[in-house]
T-cell receptor, first 116, second 112 residues
Framework: EAGVAQSPRYKIIEKRQSVAFWCNPISGHATLYWYQQILGQGPKLLIQFQNNGVVDDSQLPKDRFSAERLKGVDSTLKIQPAKLEDSAVYLC??????????????FGPGTRLLVL | AQSVTQLDSHVSVSEGTPVLLRCNYSSSYSPSLFWYVQHPNKGLQLLLKYTSAATLVKGINGFEAEFKKSETSFHLTKPSAHMSDAAEYFCVVSRGGFKTIFGAGTRLFVKA
């Protein structure tokens, strides 16, 4: 079974530029998550989709971050314009569902972003 | 509201000795609790999870954790550390699959 795919793996941009990350979840997984992991910290949930609807974006900085999940499969996360503090690893995860009880989340390798 | 606190940022043990990684949580609801491991340059992987069934949960690679509601704790243990256990470990709380919160992480060092 193929895992969660993310691209690109690395990205270097200058502040005020825009950047986009792509995620392809495990086939059949209804729930998709985007996390931001700053060096030395635990991942922070940015947004959670169930199918193609947003169920939680309370920690997404909506003035500069946006995300979409077209057709309930692939997802893109965009930052525009980027700031120095956005330097982090962006992790995508998916799970079969998000109902009662703990769903196992399967993580992709992440995209490492450096903003100069 | 819910939160999770990992009480140690670093833990160092000798190979063959027991491992204890401590985690306390706070939740207004019956939580789901997880431990994930992150090896260098590898993705996050689930070690084990508690979802209101047995309070003693066994995971992969000989790890286990005990849910103690009275102490609001979910400590991770392993009887005998192996060099390959060296990694970053995260305690995670969620409410029915939502509002997932990761702890700050505990880095485990294993000395030969």
């Amino acid at each position: 079974e193929a895992g969660v795919a993310q691209s690109p793996r690395y990205k270097i941009i200058e502040k005020r530029q825009s950047v986009a990350f792509w995620c392809n979840p495990i086939s059949g997984h209804a729930t998709l998550y985007w996390y931001q992991q700053i060096l030395g910290q635990g991942p922070k949930l940015l947004i959670q989709f169930q199918n193609n609807g947003v169920v939680d974006d309370s920690q997404l900085p909506k003035d500069r971050f946006s995300a979409e999940r077209l057709k309930g499969v692939d997802s893109t996360l965009k930052i525009q314009p980027a700031k120095l503090e956005d330097s982090a690893v962006y992790l995508c995860a998916s799970s079969l569902g998000a109902g009662a009880g703990g769903e196992t989340q399967y993580f992709g390798p992440g995209t490492r972003l450096l903003v100069l | 509201a819910q939160s999770v606190t990992q009480l140690d940022s670093h833990v160092s043990v000798s190979e063959g000795t027991p491992v204890l990684l401590r985690c306390n949580y706070s939740s207004s609801y019956s939580p789901s609790l997880f431990w994930y491991v992150q090896h260098p340059n590898k993705g996050l992987q689930l070690l084990l999870k508690y979802t209101s069934a047995a309070t003693l949960v066994k995971g992969i690679n000989g790890f286990e954790a005990e849910f103690k509601k009275s102490e609001t704790s979910f400590h991770l243990t392993k009887p005998s550390a192996h060099m390959s256990d060296a990694a970053e470990y995260f305690c995670v709380v969620s409410r029915g699959g939502f509002k997932t919160i990761f702890g700050a992480g505990t880095r485990l060092f294993v000395k030969a």
